[in-house]
């Protein structure tokens, strides 16, 4: 009915363009899977073996925003060592829960954060354990930890790819700025949308290793401020790459 109200041009227009779209998808698919290779093949197979209950992990990457992985994991120890379960960090004060967590930096924001986020757990689940994401699936789980307060994509993303070893990729700075390079997500796409778009191209047994692998080549190789293209062995899979020469 919809398609008698169209032009014979305009349904020609729209199928040619769903053409285009199904053959660029699949163009980076392919693209997608070699460059999975070859950061194998050059970094392994790094699957993480961090296997910490969910909502020890979702607190880990509260302590981990804006620091680096030695502050995050003293931060955590302290957590660990002060206090015998999540009811005794929400039960003490927020000034001593910043003391405890003070090497993470920016403690009195994180201890308020994690005290609300556990807060919600408690008042939603009636309880301080998320095990209730094993039973769901991955984009349910994702939903839900993205309802709660503060909890955006990239954390999600851990929680799921780390505590439950669920295939979905967590899109930090490093990600985001190599597979905009590399061509695999457009340049005006922001970090949110381009975790969407890469989890529909990647193959889910790339993913755990996809995730460190990328975040090392973009600490060590691909840089922010001046990436080693030279020695890149990514560089024929590559646009910013082949435009720059
Ligand atoms: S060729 Fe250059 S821009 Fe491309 S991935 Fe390698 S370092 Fe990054």
Redesign the pocket.
């Known amino acids: 009915m919809c398609n008698k109200r169209l032009s014979t041009g305009t349904i020609a227009y729209i199928r040619r363009t769903r053409y285009r779209q199904r053959v660029k998808k699949a163009a980076l698919k392919q693209k997608a899977e070699a460059v999975c290779s070859r950061l194998m093949a050059e970094y392994g197979t790094h699957v993480s073996s961090r296997r910490l209950p969910a909502i020890d992990e979702l607190v880990m990457t509260i302590l981990s925003q804006h620091t680096n992985d030695v502050n995050m994991l003293r931060a955590f120890r302290g957590l660990q060592e002060n206090y015998e379960s999540w009811e005794e960090v929400l039960e003490t004060s927020e000034e001593e829960l910043g003391e405890v967590i003070r090497a993470s930096g920016m403690y009195r924001i994180k201890a308020k954060r994690i005290q609300a986020t556990l807060q919600e757990i408690q008042n939603r689940v009636g309880d301080l354990d998320l095990s209730l994401l094993e039973s769901m699936s991955d984009r349910e789980a994702m939903s839900w930890l993205t309802s709660l307060y503060g909890v955006g994509p990239k954390t999600a993303a851990i929680v799921l790819l780390f505590s439950l070893g669920r295939p979905v990729l967590p899109v930090d700075t490093h990600v985001w700025r ?1 597979t905009k ?2 061509g695999l997500v457009d340049e005006g796409v922001s970090r949110e949308k381009a975790q969407v778009l890469l989890q529909e191209l990647i193959d889910a047994s790339c993913i755990p290793s996809l995730n460190s692998n990328l975040v090392k080549h973009g600490r060590e ?2 840089k922010a401020q001046n ?3 030279a020695s ?1 062995f ?2 024929s899979l ?1 646009d ?2 082949r435009e720059s020469m």
């Open positions: 190599v390079r590399l190789v691909c990436p080693q293209c890149c990514l560089d590559c910013f790459y």
